[in-house]
């Protein structure tokens, strides 16, 4: 049985990017652009996106992987136990990462070694970094923000939202930060002490995301409504409403050298509001299908990265949205007509195929590759990263194992491992999978 020896690795498989993505790869490492281009390697959905001060992108995947775009290619930070949901380049140029599996990640950029910073109770949805880069502060599902010093000294713990709290912002000072929850609220709190100081808004919907504007005169939120609203600070009295017929707000971004907010929402478009003048500038159909679930500026602010249901990070120029092309490899085959599928093939699109391919190559999905399952040990792919619960699991996968696995559950079959809680509770069902399973994964 071989295991990865490290989470680090330059891509090796050729044809990786596109030609033309190739002669644009410059934008992603610094230099200005005003054109289009994709990132590709992931193998699943890009949750979050980075950008360092000299434009290098970094981002999180459901893969359960960081990828840092180099102009050599990307390189893979693995480590997480379920999809990375959000990443971010601190103060010292160390990377820190923050997803479903609880766990705040921090990543030398050089070694590509990686070690975990501290843990929440529930999956970490978005980061934030102190305009000193000496703390980046978590918001969770458990609903608490943890701000974490970088030099090792005590967390301070953020509580009082009555649901899941969905992201967070500092002051440009470093001495206040912002939060949102599925509580409907926009809360302020003390950095330093944690102290709760007021509440900003009571939104009717819980609210996704949040932005504070660099001289704190404003701030901005997105909400599970599509409600999309500023606010004057420090009164907290509405300024602006630039809510849509569209639902819900998941992602905003905000670069001042353009004076442009960028707004996602799960309808797959990207609205762009101009903050000279508070109106709406562009509204661009980003995906015929799926949501944009991340947002970045280039430092510059002529691009805007994002990231939704296709497995690459797309990037337009900002001046010219108007004219853009869509988003690619959105046509995911778990959104495949069922009618043209026999009960098994839709047993593999619903409960496997974002995980996992049928090819020999497991792609970097977030499960490895299912191409000769039958009569394989658990965690005998070489190519995967494999939690240390299912490389000592003393499994070999048949028909009778996985039809445990989707009986019980993966959470009480494989107590610890990285598959997700699921099950199948049809008999019928799980025969079917495990028939058509037998047929598409045997070696030709």
Known sequence: MIRRATSFQPTTR?????????????AATGAATQEAFRLEGHGGPVKGIGTTPDGTILTASFDNSVGLWTKA?????????AAVNAVVQVG????VSGGDDFTLRIWDPETGQGRVLGR????????????????????????TVTIWPLDGSQPVVLRGHANTVSDVAFSPDGARVYTVSADGTVRLWDA??????????????????????PDESWLAYGAVDGGTRVISLPDGGESGDFTADR???????????VNRIAVGDAQGYIMMIDTAEWRISDDFRATASGPVWALAFSPDGRNIHAG?????????????????????????????DPDLMSNGERQFQRKCSVCHTLEPDSKRRAGPTLFGLFG???????????????ISADIVWSEETIDLLFDLGPDHYIPGSKMPMQRITDAQDRADLIAFLREVTAPE
């Open 308 to 336: 939704g249901i296709s497995d690459a990070l797309h990037s337009w120029p900002v001046a010219s949205l108007d004219t853009a092309e869509q988003m690619a490899g959105t046509e995911r085959s778990f959104l495949k």
């Open 92 to 95: 010292d140029g160390m990377i």
């Open 120 to 143: 929440h109770d529930a999956k970490i949805i978005r980061l934030a970094v102190s305009p000193d880069g000496r703390r980046v502060a978590s918001a969770s599902w458990d609903r």
């Open 73 to 81: 290619g990307p390189r893979w930070f693995d480590g997480h136990e």
């Open 247 to 257: 639902r819900p707000i998941l992602a905003m971004a905000y670069n001042s050298a």
């Open 192 to 213: 330093d002490t944690g102290a709760f100081t007021r509440r900003l808004v009571q939104h009717g919907f819980g609210i996704n995301t949040v932005l504070v504007a």
């Open 14 to 26: 050729a044809g990786i990017f596109l030609a033309a993505i190739c002669s644009l790869f410059f």
């Open 376 to 390: 394989r040990p658990a965690g005998a792919v070489t190519d995967y990263f494999y939690s240390d619960t299912l």
